[in-house]
């Protein structure tokens, strides 16, 4: 029983190790080679995980898109008709996330703790389960 807790605990450390790096370059590509410009937040979407803002920005385009951030919160924030930095990767404006600034640091602070927390609960059961 022990044995397959260790194994559930490295699959599940694995992929949080990739969601880690994935989230990791994906916010170092957009800091480094993305486009920035100015959307405004137009409602907040409900969902599951809390209210997401909805950020209405031009492309380089000038073509109107809207973008809602990946992290949810409880309450409503930041408020409707806020002007927030929106970036994306040229040509691919498919690839947009505002910078709420709470979005940077709590998506890359709680992915990296669990991306330590898994590993070292796994390498603990493994100790327990295989040796």
């Not at 709590?106 to 796994?122: C, E, G, R």
Request: charge should be positive.
């Amino acid at each position: 029983m022990l044995r397959w807790l260790a194994l559930g605990f490295c699959l599940a450390a694995a992929l949080a190790l990739y969601a880690a790096v994935t989230t990791i370059r994906r916010q170092w590509r957009l800091s480094r080679h993305g486009v920035k410009t100015r959307g405004v937040v137009v409602r907040h979407q409900a969902r599951r995980s809390g209210f997401h803002p909805v950020v209405a920005f031009a492309d380089e385009h000038g073509i109107r898109r809207e973008v809602a951030s990946p992290l949810g919160t409880s309450v409503r924030w930041p408020r409707v008709g806020r002007e927030l930095p929106v970036h994306h990767l040229p040509g691919r404006p498919q690839t947009a996330e505002p910078d709420t600034g709470a979005h940077r640091f709590w998506s890359l602070s709680l992915v990296l703790l669990v991306a330590v927390i898994f590993p070292m609960a796994s390498a603990l059961l493994c100790r327990l389960a295989f040796f």
